[in-house]
Structure formats: structure tokens, C-alpha cells
T-cell receptor, first 111, second 118 residues
Framework: QKEVEQDPGPLSVPEGAIVSLNCTYS??????FMWYRQYSRKGPELLMY????GNKEDGRFTAQVDKSSKYISLFIRDSQPSDSATYLC???????????FGSGTQLTVLP | ETGVTQTPRHLVMGMTNKKSLKCEQH?????MYWYKQSAKKPLELMFV???????ENNSVPSRFSPECPNSSHLFLHLHTLQPEDSALYLC?????????????????FGPGTRLTVL
């Protein structure tokens, strides 16, 4: 079993839709949860990170962490064609431990 | 130049060639990383350098040899690669210290080098 599972998609939605991206994980010691966005031919860039459980909102993006279910989500409201990218979840136990990434979900927002 | 730059952007090499990938960060960071990204697979951390010292080697084959001459530059020397080594190689940098006390020292990624081994 992979430490972090992420549906690879591809996922296509119409412009304006609410998008839900998810990851599940098996390591209960994970405390830091990140979402990265990767455009084609670019490196990943950090969208949001959350420490421990709870929600975090930044503009049209909301990150949720449910540690009891070992499940994290990224919601995109009013999705735009410019949101078309691959979204990577990543997580870590913290301190000296490095990031464990999901395999990424490819999202296309159709105009 | 700003952020993290990588050269070359594309590289095709034979199995007997020797080549090097270069990464430079202009962010004043003191930790640098090499990752491998293969299609449909998670990013795999290869090496970590903190203050020019290698602090992590994730069981990477010896045909990959990293070098960090200073906190701004990172190289990956390639020798006798296999076709399965074809992938996107990403460099990243961050402030040292990783994750602690609820704080994440963000890793900033370069655009990557697309490597094809024939």
C-alpha cells in the first residue's frame, strides 16, 4: 500500500464548477499537509499548507484535513481555465522528515 | 534570474554517456534538493543538502552523483544511466530547518530537466 494515495484523473470540469481534489494516507504521524500546483513544463508551486487538522481558506481555494479519517481535500470554487494543472498533495511528519507526495491529479477546466 | 533555475531543460543521452544537470537558486536559501518525477508516479526525493552538506540520500544508485559546491548551486552528475532513469529531474531549495513547530519552510522548485536515456 502506498503511503499517500491520490486519484490521477484526468478530471475535466466546466468553468465555474466547484472542484474537489483528495488524498488519503496511511501514516498517522503525518502532521503537515500541502497542496502543490504544477503547470505543464513547470516545477510544482506551493498553493497551501496546513498544520495538523482543520480547514484553511485562501481566496477560491480551501484545504481541509481530517486526521481521524486520514483524508485531505482541496476545494476550488469558481474554477477557471487557468486552474488547469496537475495538483499534488504532499505531507510530512515534521522536524527532519521530508515530504511524501501523492502521484498528482490532472485537472482541466473547460471554458 | 530569479527563483530556481535549471539547465539544460532537455537532455537526451546514451547509456554510456556522462552528463551533468545544473541547478542554481537566487533566493538566499541554504537547503537544496534533487527530486525525480516519473509519469503517473509520486515525486521521489533523491538527495538533500543543508549548508552544503549532504544530509539525505534515499538509496539512490551510484550512477547518480550529486555535488553542492556552495549554497546556491547544486549539480547532478549522470553516468551509465538506464532507460528507466528517463524522467523529469527537479531541483528545489528552501530555508534550512524543514518543518517544525507548525511552520513549513516552503520548497521552491525549478522547472526541471527532462531527461531521456536511449
Amino acid at each position: 500500500q502506498k503511503e499517500v494515495e491520490q486519484d490521477p484523473g484526468p478530471l475535466s470540469v466546466p468553468e465555474g464548477a466547484i472542484v474537489s481534489l483528495n488524498c488519503t494516507y496511511s501514516n498517522s504521524a503525518f502532521q503537515y499537509f500541502m497542496w502543490y500546483r504544477q503547470y505543464s513544463r513547470k516545477g510544482p508551486e506551493l498553493l497551501m499548507y496546513t498544520y495538523s487538522s482543520g480547514n484553511k481558506e485562501d481566496g477560491r481555494f480551501t484545504a481541509q484535513v481530517d486526521k481521524s479519517s486520514k483524508y485531505i481535500s482541496l476545494f476550488i470554487r469558481d474554477s477557471q481555465p487557468s486552474d488547469s494543472a496537475t495538483y499534488l498533495c504532499a505531507m510530512s511528519e515534521g522536524s527532519a522528515r521530508q515530504l511524501t507526495f501523492g502521484s498528482g491529479t490532472q485537472l482541466t477546466v473547460l471554458p | 534570474e530569479t527563483g530556481v533555475t535549471q539547465t539544460p531543460r532537455h537532455l537526451v543521452m546514451g547509456m554510456t554517456n556522462k552528463k551533468s544537470l545544473k541547478c542554481e537558486q537566487h533566493l538566499g536559501h541554504n537547503a537544496m534538493y534533487w527530486y525525480k518525477q516519473s509519469a503517473k508516479k509520486p515525486l521521489e526525493l533523491m538527495f538533500v543538502y543543508n549548508f552544503k552538506e549532504q544530509t539525505e540520500n534515499n538509496s539512490v544508485p551510484s550512477r547518480f552523483s550529486p555535488e553542492c559546491p556552495n549554497s546556491s548551486h547544486l549539480f547532478l552528475h549522470l553516468h551509465t544511466l538506464q532507460p528507466e532513469d528517463s524522467a523529469l529531474y527537479l531541483c528545489a531549495s528552501s530555508r534550512a530547518g524543514g518543518l517544525a513547530g507548525g511552520t513549513y519552510n516552503e520548497q521552491f522548485f525549478g522547472p526541471g530537466t527532462r531527461l531521456t536515456v536511449l
